[in-house]
């Protein structure tokens, strides 16, 4: 396995640490005021958040990932120059301005994992799950990514090399899951269905083909 760390990792990752600590601080304080008055109600805002978290957001990185799948020409430059790929996408901001795409294969498989918070690739993923930001998932993905893995319920066969790679505030990753077996023809909004976020995080793998027409026959 192999961790990707940056020197310049600790000051710019300390300033933006602090800044969403803060800002996190000030949104509960707002919460937990719109909330005695009676203006907001948690459990819908907890709905709100998770169709954000694993619906709306993940959406784009899904279609970014189906292009890829789909079209050779736009996975090449996704390789070369991922920031740029996703944006002629209309995909691009804040906690998204420099991104690097990394493809998982037979032989080696991607993770992602912020060490030291919780930096995430916004534009294409949405808002990051509250496992990515929990300090066990920071810990282990890089000390036991194959367990965190197992957890996850992806087992990988031992031949299979696992790379954690550590986001930034400089560089943040989208991992390429494998295009499922079995979706020759598709096109890309059928192949989108299948790209999961954990899957684009390397926490999962990509649905199979099978789930998608089990889902239609319902």
Not at 112 to 122: E, G, I, K, M, Q
Not at 155 to 176: G, K
Request: glycine share 8%; aromatic share 8%.
């Amino acid at each position: 396995m192999a961790h990707e760390h940056h020197d310049e990792h600790g000051h710019e990752h300390g300033h933006e640490h602090s800044e969403l600590g803060e800002m996190d601080l000030r949104v509960r304080a707002l919460e937990s005021v719109l909330t005695e008055k009676g203006y907001i109600d948690p459990a819908a805002l907890d709905v709100l958040i998770d169709t954000y978290q694993t619906k709306i957001g993940p959406r784009n990185g899904a279609r970014v990932v189906a292009r890829a799948w789909a079209d050779d020409e736009f996975r090449d430059w996704l390789a070369r120059d991922a920031t740029a790929a996703i944006a002629s996408m209309g995909f691009s901001g804040r906690q998204g301005e420099h991104m690097q795409a990394v493809f998982n294969s037979d032989a080696q498989h991607h993770m992602v994992v912020c060490t030291l918070c919780s930096c995430y690739p916004w534009p294409v993923l949405g808002l990051p799950p509250a496992w990515y930001k929990s300090a066990p998932y920071r810990a282990r993905a890089v000390r036991d990514p194959r367990g965190v893995l197992a957890e996850f319920g992806v087992h990988l066969p031992p031949a299979t090399a696992i790379r954690v790679w550590d986001s930034t505030a400089e560089l943040r990753y989208l991992v390429v899951p494998q295009r499922p077996d079995g979706t020759d023809g598709w096109s890309e909004p059928q192949l989108a269905e299948l790209v999961t976020r954990d899957s684009m995080i390397g926490a999962g793998l990509a649905r199979p083909p099978t789930a998608r027409a089990e889902e239609d026959t319902r």
